[in-house]
């Protein structure tokens, strides 16, 4: 029967690289499993092609990208701080392992499945306080707090680490960790079926041990692994949502005209719209640090994006952007190896996808705050334009049948 041995570390800890070194060597497995996917694999050995900048703007996942580009700083900068690469465990149970002759098996989902999981997972209310917590805890960092990196292996510690998480993001908690959990647990099995006499050792993150433990103890609890490997299928609430508002603000409209409050108070209600949305989608552009091409691009064509749930317009200000900033290949090396968020954000990339991300941001806000505002600015009284619109337009509508 296959035995197997599990190595929870931490991505940016001089201990660990020493713990899988040492494992390696007395424990002789046939075949190192490594909690890394292809694209991880080829990305720590620095091989393979980077993305090209059209690959980004046609998958337009600029939220989950920035997320991804912001959590590699956050522990780039813990790995400065302690004197240790990232995945610097991982970069050695490879260079262990091939200097002995012994297979590698990479066990982990592939990172772009995971994230697109992982943020469509999210709700709106998730989606906002992981970016609160990431951007807190980058602030932390780059003001120089410690943190004791050793004790995140102690299972204790892991324990209320991973509690503190379920409370705080259970969607999240669950695409991150519990999947990839099961889908480990999955290929260790297969591995333990392709060498039933053998020995295998998984390198993966402390945080991950217990869990793909209990799943190989019962290996019944597993899911399905075809549910673990293809993209999410949620209930599209955003678009749901962006025809709600089109059918609303058309119904405004169409109430305002049926109202009998006048023609100027009519044309006031659609210049509000285009001009509050296109404010804050150049505002939140320019705050991204794009060009001034791209803020007039998103001035122009928010108010008609925020009636269109099919197209954003961060999307459109993104391409700008590009074509303007025309950012190289080489831009995702310099975003991973970027110092502090200053260099960050001058690299053109990291702008295109900023720009998206907040020109977006601001159209959203421009649809909320016009709903608060627009009938106290035109000075009227929404109940009974409204009122007084829906009757007149149901007599209009009755004349004709």
């Known amino acids: 029967m296959a035995e197997i041995k599990i190595v929870g570390t931490a991505h940016v800890s001089q201990q660990s690289v ?85 297979p590698t098996a990479l066990v982990d989902r592939d990172i772009r499945l995971t994230l697109l999981r992982f943020w469509s997972s999210l709700s709106i209310i998730e989606k906002i306080r992981m970016f609160w917590a990431l951007v807190v805890s980058i602030a932390e960092v780059d003001d120089g707090r410690e943190i004791d990196i050793e004790s995140l292996k102690e299972q204790n510690v892991i324990d209320s680490v991973m509690e503190e998480f379920r409370k705080f993001s259970p969607n999240g908690a669950r695409a991150l960790i519990d999947e990839r959990d099961a889908y480990i647990a999955h290929q260790i099995i297969l591995l333990k079926a392709q060498k039933p006499e053998g020995r295998i050792l998984a390198v993966v993150g402390a945080g991950h041990r217990q869990g793909i433990t209990d799943y190989l103890d019962k290996p019944q609890t597993l899911p399905p692994f075809d549910a673990l490997a293809r993209e999410p299928k949620s209930f599209p609430w955003g678009k749901v949502v962006g025809f709600g508002v089109t059918a609303i603000f058309f119904l405004l409209l169409a109430a305002i005209a049926f109202s009998g409050v006048g023609l100027n108070v009519l044309l006031y209600a659609f ?38 749930p099919m197209i954003h317009a961060g999307w459109i200000g993104a391409y700008v952007e590009a074509k303007v900033r025309k950012p190289p290949v080489s831009d995702f090396r310099k975003i991973y190896e970027a110092g502090t968020l200053t260099d960050m954000a001058k690299i053109p990339l990291f702008r295109v996808v900023l720009v998206a991300a907040l020109a977006n941001l601001g159209s959203i806000l421009g649809t909320i705050i016009y709903f608060i505002i627009i009938f106290p600015v035109l000075g009227i009284d929404p109940r009974i334009v409204i009122s007084s619109g829906l009757h007149n337009m149901g007599v209009f509508a009755s004349g004709w049948m």
């Open 271 to 308: 210049l509000f719209w285009v001009i509050i949305h296109g404010v804050l989608a150049a505002l939140f552009t320019l705050l991204a640090g794009g060009h001034p091409y791209s803020a007039l691009t998103c001035f122009c064509v928010a108010w008609f994006t925020a009636l269109n």
């Open 18 to 102: 020493d713990e899988v070194r040492a494992a390696i060597e007395d424990f002789k497995p046939d075949v190192v499993a490594i909690e890394l996917d292809p694209a991880r694999f080829t990305a720590l050995k620095k091989q393979g092609r980077d993305p090209s900048v059209s690959d980004v703007l046609e998958v337009r996942n600029f939220n989950s990208l920035l997320v991804q580009w912001l959590l590699a700083y956050l522990q780039r900068k813990i790995g400065i701080d302690v004197g240790v690469e990232p995945g610097a465990e991982m970069k050695i149970a490879i260079e262990e392992a091939e200097k002995r002759g012994i």
